[in-house]
């Protein structure tokens, strides 16, 4: 059943009577849909009936992309899906990649891998809230968050040269290893950004208007929610205290402590609420890893087995020995270059969960690279969360899934 | 995991294809014993479903796959904290699988993803549509027969007249 605008409008034009169901078409171009989501809702009266959403307009084909180049250069793929948190999707295609290659990453770039996944959850935590509160009609917030992201970013661009796009997360550890300049920066951040969490949550924990636009929208029991396979802090403030952080720990986050914090009501306030404490907990966990880089100053940032930039098609097996004047001796016998099987890895995205499941056949390209992205679930429940609601209130629905479309269309 | 696997070759044994041991258990089921293997699982605690996705297994034919898709499921435990694998392998010529819509509100969206990029139908999918590729696409393109680049006569109808507008408004 395709709906157009054309026959939304003549529909409308053709029907009799005015209790006819009142057909809108938002976005893809609307200021509060984050990106390019088109959503055809059936209305009565300003009541939510049904909504339909339309994805498909940033769709880049990814995954098709990814079987034709090998997978040092799919990770800069993964970059360009969750462009607010770039860094959280490298760590998940390496993290897959690492588990196909049986690869063991040296523990200091297990640190700096959890420093700078957390430096993506802060950094799209304030871009959400930034734009949520904007959505909602709050505009002070998003100045003051945007100009704390600004001290991030300015972090991000000293440790890889990049403020968007980072890929400095690759297969077998990391690019580069910080110097002592940005681990002075990130100590003075760590330091100051919770008084900056309070200065938000002056602004609107207990305002009047944001109170009455989040307390008691789009609840979500725990049940609901799994069926829904909803995760991240729309899953947590609903009460499922599901992390992947803790339930299947990677990197390093099993030997820093945080807590998992958990709402109770599972609405739009509920939520907000979580999300405020993840800031706190992402602070921490930061601090926790800089005090542990001290212990491992020196050492290696990338695994001795990481595979080069441009992988080979195939390569020809070295003998066992090497031979004393000509170096190698390469014999005629060509072997993969990648163990052929497939790996599944998941993590905690500033979204939800991230998971990439990956099939090899022995090339050095993947032959199937499947991307499990949080905003794409989040999105295909937005008809179940707003049915009954204002058309004012998808907005804070929206806003309160955090979504990329990035990331959703792939 | 021990009474799972006991409880699964007890009850399952018709339809087990294979029982392995990888980086999480992974289990391959005939496509016919499978809605009630899956209804088995969630009512064991696998109640959380990560993931649902199509591969094609065109040319490459690892462990002696007969057929050409196969469709695989990620599915996780809250409780026993556990993750495993389900796979189901669907043959090219009778091309469709049961939909899960009524276990996992979820598996709509993943499902209507996989007929769009694969072809595989989804018996009993209330609302079985293209969702990534527009509606009058022709073609699966995660198919591994389908070119990266089409050639410019195959293009899609709609590009094509996007070009030919532009291309009378500069002239």
Avoid at chain 2, 22 to 42: A, M, S, W, Y
Wanted: hydrophobic share 40%; glycine share 6%; charged share 30%.
């Amino acid at each position: 059943m395709s709906t157009t605008l054309i026959e939304i409008t003549s529909k409308q034009r053709n029907s009799n009577s005015w209790e006819e169901p009142f057909f809108i078409n938002m976005g893809p171009q609307h200021p509060s849909t984050h990106g390019v989501l088109r959503l055809v809702l059936e209305l009565e009266g300003e009541t939510i009936v049904h909504c339909d959403p339309r994805i498909g307009y940033l769709h880049r084909g990814v995954e098709k992309l990814a079987e034709n180049l090998n997978y040092n250069q799919t990770v800069v793929l993964s970059d360009r899906l969750d462009y607010i948190a770039s860094a959280a999707n490298n760590v998940a295609f390496c993290l897959a990649f690492e588990k196909l290659f049986g690869l063991e990453v040296p523990r200091r770039a297990k640190l700096l891998r959890t420093i700078v996944g957390e430096m993506a959850r802060i950094s799209s935590h304030l871009l959400w809230l930034a734009t949520h509160a904007l959505d909602i009609g709050a505009m002070t917030v998003f100045l003051y968050c945007f100009r704390d992201r600004e001290w991030l970013l300015n972090i991000f661009e000293k440790i890889c040269g990049a403020r968007l796009t980072h890929s400095y997360v690759r297969v077998g550890g990391v690019r580069l290893d910080f110097t002592q300049e940005i681990i002075d920066e990130l100590y003075k951040f760590t330091e100051e950004f919770p008084n900056r969490i309070l200065e938000y949550e002056t602004l609107i924990d207990v305002n009047r208007i944001w109170l009455k636009r989040t307390i008691d929208i789009a609840v979500v029991t725990a049940e609901k929610a799994i069926n829904l396979g909803l995760t991240g802090p729309v899953l947590r403030g609903s009460g499922v205290p599901y992390d992947v952080r803790k339930f299947r720990p990677y990197d390093a986050y099993s030997e820093v402590e945080f807590e998992v914090p958990v709402g109770e009501r599972g609405d739009t306030y509920d939520r907000y609420k979580v999300r405020m404490k993840e800031l706190r907990q992402s602070n921490w966990i930061i601090r926790q890893c800089l005090d542990k880089l001290a212990e491992t100053k020196g050492e290696p940032v990338l695994a001795e087995g990481a595979p080069d930039l441009l992988i080979p098609e195939k390569i020809k097996e070295p003998e066992p020995k090497p031979h004393p004047k000509k170096g190698f001796i390469f014999t005629g016998k060509e072997v993969d270059v990648v163990p052929p099987g497939e790996a599944f890895a998941s993590i905690e995205s500033p979204k939800g969960e991230l998971a990439v499941y990956v099939v090899s056949d022995g090339s050095n390209k993947p032959w199937r690279l499947r991307i499990r992205t949080p905003s794409f679930v989040h999105i295909s429940a937005i008809p179940e969360l707003s049915r009954g609601y204002m058309i004012a209130d998808l907005i804070a629905i929206i806003g309160t899934l955090d979504v990329v479309l990035g990331d959703c269309d792939r | 995991m021990e009474e799972l696997y006991k409880e699964i070759n007890e009850r399952f044994s018709k339809f087990l294809l294979k029982l392995e041991e990888k980086d999480c258990p992974v289990i391959t089921v005939k496509r016919e014993g499978f809605l009630d293997f899956i209804e088995f699982l969630k009512d064991f605690g696998f109640k959380h479903l990560i993931d649902l996705c199509g591969v094609d297994y065109l040319n490459y034919k690892p462990e002696k796959k007969e057929e050409r898709f196969e469709v695989v499921y990620h599915l996780y435990n809250f409780e026993k904290r556990a993750l495993i694998r389900v796979k189901v392998p669907i043959p090219e010529s009778d091309c469709w699988q049961y939909s899960l819509t009524f276990l996992w509100e979820t598996s709509n969206w993943f499902e209507r993803e996989c007929w769009d990029m694969f072809g595989i139908k989804f018996k009993g999918h209330p609302d079985l549509r293209r969702l990534l590729m527009p509606e009058d696409w022709e073609g699966f393109p995660l198919r591994k027969d389908y070119p990266l680049y089409l050639e410019e006569d195959k293009e899609w109808k709609g590009y094509k007249e996007l070009k030919r507008k532009t291309k009378g408004e500069h002239s």
